[in-house]
């Protein structure tokens, strides 16, 4: 199989990546010993004045290392590929001529690592193009020169952020961050890069102050504590990542590159980097698994019902991926203020480089505001997002099916209501489904595509599509109360809240949560996502599963005194001013008993365990590795633990 081709005109050489039969550049064995051949071809050319590497591919430059080669590589079989990656990468960079890396499409991982160890890097302004260095994400840290040739290039303040938190960014902010010295029009990307060989081999630039060792010494040792507060000791990928890339700016480059290879050695070999690298593999399959035969439909154009927080994200999440669509509501002044939350949203994504000011803009205008029943036969998929009420939302079912097409798809975002409730007197069932976003709808990767007993193939098909479509991971789920991730996550609220009721101390509950890997504790998500949507969702479901789930009488409680959570400033907690404490007047209206758990971390992940193993015997969901990623993806569960299903509270 070819991977690479070499071209040499006008004294410049040109080196081609483009993987035969695949729409992706990757680096496995083969392609480092072509790449090999091809830089000592390289090197026997007298009379060269610069070299080009450039990619074939219309999305992705290079996608970084084989990670199922990389993940099934032990010992010194994994030693050996590392080895050979760096040493190849070293000659590359060992070169006498100018090299420089046109960059158009994803440049990350051992891509970004080849790309570094050309003297220039040149990028396309393509929405495609993402470069950066992931391999934290993973569990392992860069290993091909990554720790050691960024810290270099950038200084160890600014390249640490970049290592330790393995944030892909888009070619305008690389270029901010110094990851490339330009940005084009992928129309001019290898011109404009050919005027960079002229400026010859790269200088290298000294930073004896900076990195002197009592300086780069205090700079690891305040970066370690910002990583241990975020990280809380539980991802030891960062950390060794931190230790090589500190090390790095005082060690000779073999020494480096010694010290690169071996933690990634021990990494490997880490329960945590193989849960990582695990969940990968499932989201890659999220992106492509085929759950039915037939063939899913076009979504030209959408509308979204209910101009609410849910309704105005969802808007402009569809918006963002180039999706025309109707926002509708009943009221002047919710639209009006979901415009503003929209527009809100398009500002942040300005100011952090995520979208240019005529992307924003374009965006803006793909949304159409409606508060009158406007004819929405022209839409082929329609988002309810109105109040959770039941009979409300029927009403809205009947209403949409009279003003949009027999084929249009109806979907209702419901985060727990039976959704085969609002087929009854539907006409044409088949097209109804439910698409559960998450919020904040712009950030939470996971949407729970919901299929009830009379939805199509062709329906389901076409609503797993499109998810897919707009950039996020669908998890298909059987219509049953609170679906997947909402019925895993409710036992484990209602017992924290139980717990404080009977006297225990919020922030120990909380704490508790936290250095078990949750990103946030079960009284402050609650606080976050409102008391009185927690209420609903746990009535919901105390019906359907009374025996061990009712709503906590505490809840009820604040909520009588008003304290609806975090967007009314009280709940568990009191927020002002950014600042927040447990909530006086919510520690009076606990019963006052203590009869908690002795080991509150355990017994509260046990539940989620519990209800995942009941909703995977009962098919809620079709597979344990679903159900997982859902969890991590939808909750934020611990990653490192691999999800309730993978995680044995027995062994902790």
């Known amino acids: 199989m070819s991977n690479l081709n070499l071209n040499i005109l006008n004294s410049i050489a040109t080196l081609t990546f483009d993987r035969e039969g695949s729409s992706a550049n990757i680096f496995d064995r083969g392609t480092l010993d072509e790449l090999d051949a091809l830089l000592a071809e390289i090197e026997g050319v007298g009379a060269l004045t610069g070299l080009l590497i450039r990619s074939a ?3 992705i430059f290079i996608a970084g290392a084989d990670l199922k080669a990389l993940s099934k590589a032990k010992g010194e079989e994994l030693k050996e590929l590392l080895e050979t990656g760096q040493r190849i990468f070293n000659r590359l960079a060992d070169l006498p001529i100018p090299t420089v890396a046109a960059i158009n499409g994803a440049c990350v991982g051992g891509g970004f690592e080849l790309a570094l160890a050309c003297d220039w890097r040149v990028a396309s302004d393509a929405s495609a193009t993402r470069i950066g260095l992931p391999e934290t994400q ?38 901010r961050k110094g990851l490339v010295d ?42 370690a504590k910002d990583l241990l507060a975020k990280t809380r000791g539980l991802y030891p990928g960062p950390e060794e990542a931190l230790q090589v890339a500190v090390d790095s700016v005082s060690r000779p480059r073999t020494v480096s590159l010694a010290a690169e290879c071996d933690a990634t050695l021990r990494l490997a070999e880490g329960p945590e980097t193989k849960q990582l690298i695990r969940l990968f593999f499932l989201q890659e399959h999220a992106k492509k698994h085929r759950h039915v035969e037939a063939a899913p439909r076009e979504v030209r154009r959408a509308a979204v019902i209910g101009a609410g927080i849910m309704g105005s994200g969802i808007a402009y999440w569809l918006s963002t991926r180039g999706v025309p669509v109707t926002l509708q509501d009943i009221s002047d002044e919710a639209l009006a203020k979901g415009h503003q939350v929209i527009a809100n949203l398009y500002g942040k994504a300005r100011s952090r480089h995520v979208v240019t000011a005529t992307e924003s ?21 329609i988002i309810e997002a109105a109040v959770e009420e039941l009979e409300i939302k029927k009403k809205i079912f009947a209403d949409l099916a009279a003003r949009s097409r027999p084929d249009t798809i109806l979907a209702t975002n419901t985060s727990a209501l039976p959704i085969h409730e609002l087929a009854e007197g539907l006409p044409h069932p088949e097209r109804l489904i439910g698409l559960h976003f998450f919020n904040p709808v712009h950030r939470m990767q996971l949407v729970e595509v919901v299929r009830t007993a009379s939805t ?3 329906t389901l098909a076409t609503g797993v599509a499109f998810v897919r479509r707009i950039g996020k991971l669908p998890v298909v789920v059987r219509d049953s109360p609170g679906f997947l991730v909402n019925r895993i996550l409710m036992p484990y609220l209602v017992e924290a809240a139980r717990i404080f009721d009977e006297g225990g101390d919020p922030e120990v509950i909380d704490q508790a949560m936290l250095e078990f890997g949750m990103p946030m504790g079960p009284l402050r998500l609650l606080d976050e996502v409102g008391l009185d949507v927690a209420q609903h969702v746990a009535e919901t479901l105390a019906v359907a599963f009374p025996e061990r789930m009712k709503v906590p009488g505490v809840v009820v409680k604040l909520l009588e005194k008003g304290f609806t959570g975090r967007k009314g400033g009280k709940g568990f907690y009191r927020y002002h001013k950014g600042r927040s404490f447990p909530n006086p007047k919510a520690l009076r209206l606990r019963s006052g008993r203590s009869d908690a758990p002795a080991n509150v971390q355990m017994h509260l992940a046990g539940l989620m ?11 809620v969901a079709a597979t344990a590795d679903e159900i997982d990623l859902a969890m991590v993806l939808g909750t934020g569960y611990a990653p490192f633990r691999g999800g309730p299903l993978t995680f044995n509270p027995q062994s902790p």
């Open 456 to 458: 199509s193939d062709e």
């Open 138 to 175: 993973l569990g392992i840290l860069p290993a091909w020169g990554g720790s050691t040739r960024l810290p270099a290039l950038l200084g160890l303040p600014k390249a640490l952020p970049l290592i330790l938190s393995g944030k892909l960014l888009n070619s305008v902010a690389a270029k």
């Open 609 to 619: 365990t519990s209800e995942a193993q009941r909703c995977l015997s009962e098919g």
């Open 182 to 223: 330009a940005v084009v029009p992928v129309e001019h990307l290898e011109n404009h890069a050919r005027t960079y060989l002229k400026r010859g081999k790269r200088r290298r630039v000294w930073r004896p102050l900076l990195h002197s060792k009592p300086v780069s010494s205090f700079i690891g040792k305040r970066a």
């Open 361 to 381: 803009a374009r965006g803006l205008d793909r949304i159409h505001l409606a508060s009158g029943p406007v004819p929405l036969g022209n839409c082929d998929l």
């Open 57 to 59: 591919k219309p999305t």
